[in-house]
């Protein structure tokens, strides 16, 4: 951080960027000097606990018209979210409820609403370890982004997969997260669940975050199904395994017991110092045993 003459930390150089192409233009001419700020909630939790130094310029893109709001295709269900959406926003959003509720569950999940109002979902998703996420992943998410020169689109899970290990990403602006409502088969239930486990009830660290999606045909098998988890540092992913293994598979007793085995086998989270590995395994089989048994009743 820079400091003055008499030793006081100096607050950055704040830029107010009016497009992303302003936006996009100043990183590219500030670079490692330049982070985007947008709610800024994450970025002053790692500054003032000296996981970040604070930079010398922040790029403000709190004001840029192209990033706010969600636009629908009712045609397609697909769902394009401006990255300054704030969770607020989402939460409270009649059409997120309605297409995407896992979402506004999740975003009900999220801290309190004074950082709400603030937080936003590019922020979030960014965080790699946002709780939105694994809410996210059930909706084959694609993150768009602007790299200086042009646009490009990333499914989110690739992008989850590699960010830590390639952090390029950094430099590019995040533009919006575009989701899309899985279709209903005919003659089919869908039941979704959204479930953040912490150390207490409210306003807490995830240690396990789980999101499904599933839905039920009138013989009571299992169709696409879609199961999601994160908490704590664990990037989020989809179990993949297990989905493919419970793909038309009976509801029942049986199928059950065993796919709380295999999540138990498949999950790896990462554990800490207060709630381990094996805690955060069971959790999580938990969770989703639990649902599946309200959907086959
Ligand atoms: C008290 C408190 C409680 C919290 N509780 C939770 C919780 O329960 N669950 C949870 O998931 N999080 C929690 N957080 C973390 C944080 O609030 C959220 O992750 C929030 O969504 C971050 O969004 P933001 O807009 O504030 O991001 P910022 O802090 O502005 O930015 C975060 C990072 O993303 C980058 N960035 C942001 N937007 C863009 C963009 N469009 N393009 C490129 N880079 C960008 C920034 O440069 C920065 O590196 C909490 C934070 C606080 C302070």
Redesign the pocket.
């Known amino acids: 951080m820079a400091a003055n003459a008499q030793g006081v930390a100096e607050a950055p150089f704040v830029w107010h960027p009016a497009t992303t192409a302003e936006a996009v233009q100043l990183k590219a001419s500030l670079g490692a000097e330049g982070?985007?700020?947008?709610?800024?909630?994450?970025?002053?939790?790692q500054w003032e606990s000296g996981l970040a130094a604070m930079p010398n310029h922040l790029i403000n893109?709190g004001a840029i018209v192209e990033?706010q709001g969600l636009q629908l295709d009712v045609g397609s269900g697909r769902g394009s979210f401006g990255?300054?959406m704030t969770?607020s926003d989402i939460r409270t959003s009649p059409i997120v409820n309605t297409r995407f509720p896992l979402l506004t569950e999740a975003a009900r999940?999220?801290?309190a609403p004074s950082?709400r109002n603030?937080?936003?979902i590019?922020?979030?998703v960014?965080?790699m370890v946002?709780?939105?996420l694994p809410a996210l992943l059930i909706y084959d998410p694609v993150l768009h982004w602007h790299d200086g020169s042009s646009g490009l689109e990333e499914p989110l899970s690739e992008w989850l997969s590699t960010a830590a290990a390639h952090p390029a990403w950094k430099e590019?602006?995040?533009l919006s997260v575009s989701l899309t409502e899985p279709a209903l088969d005919s003659n089919t239930k869908r039941f979704v669940a959204y479930h953040k486990v912490g150390r207490r009830d409210a306003f807490t660290?995830?240690v396990v975050t789980a999101a499904f999606s599933i839905q039920l045909d009138p013989d009571n098998r299992l169709r696409d199904v879609r199961l999601a988890f994160g908490g704590g540092q664990t990037i989020p992913h989809r179990l993949e395994t297990v989905e493919q293994f419970l793909i038309g598979k009976p509801a029942d007793k049986k199928i059950i017991t065993e796919v709380y085995s295999m999540i138990v086998e498949h999950y790896e989270p990462k554990g800490d110092a207060f709630v381990p590995v094996s805690y955060r395994k069971k959790a999580a089989a938990n969770l989703i045993a639990s649902e599946l048994w309200k959907a086959a009743r």
Do not use: E, H, K, Y
Not at 35 to 45: D, N, P
């Open positions: 982070v985007f700020a947008a709610g800024g909630t994450l970025l002053r939790t893109i990033l990255a300054m969770l999940s999220i801290a950082i603030l937080a936003t590019g922020g979030n960014l965080s946002g709780d939105s590019r602006l995040l660290p995830s």
